[in-house]
């Protein structure tokens, strides 16, 4: 099974369990809302995380001991080679509807949204158009939950790509 299907699959399965919010053309909070990425390593802190390679972790604040209120972070992605990005949600519980983790296909506030999470869910992969993504994380004024727990990688656009074992 292709990458692209199962990607399908997954988010379809998750939906009509309905466990999970999913959002395609929900505009994006001002929180999120950001210029161009400029090419850096990684800095570690939850505002904004510049990171290039082959592929890390996205984890929120605490996460699993539940992230704060009012809480914005941001994670700009860049695979290398002009490969695309697949982001793997092993792990999301966000309070519904108000803490919404969003993928971009690109990295500014102009670019598409991939998906917008809020809920429950697990194992659900995202992939890329682009060689670069935004992830971000906005968490309302009240509740907060444990968060997640994602993982990101560069894939070659060219190969006949299968769903990491998910």
Known sequence: MSLIKSIALL???????GQVQIKTKAKIPKKIQ???A?????????????????GGSIISPNYPDGYDNDVSCGWFLTAENGNRIAIIVHD??????????????????ESPILIQLSGKASNLAVLSNEASIFVGFTS?????????????TQVNPQENLELFGL
Not at 41 to 48: A, K, N
Not at 92 to 109: A, C, I, M
Request: glycine share 10%; net charge negative.
């Open 38 to 54: 400029p090419q850096i390593g990684s800095r570690e802190v939850c505002g904004d995380q510049y990171l290039t390679g082959t």
């Open 140 to 152: 309302d004024f009240s509740n907060n939950a444990p968060g997640f727990n994602c993982s990101w």
């Open 11 to 17: 988010a379809l399965v998750a939906f009509a369990a």
């Open 92 to 109: 999301l519980d966000t309070e519904e509807s108000y803490d919404v983790l969003t993928v971009l296909d690109g990295v500014t506030g």
């Open 34 to 36: 950001t210029a161009v």
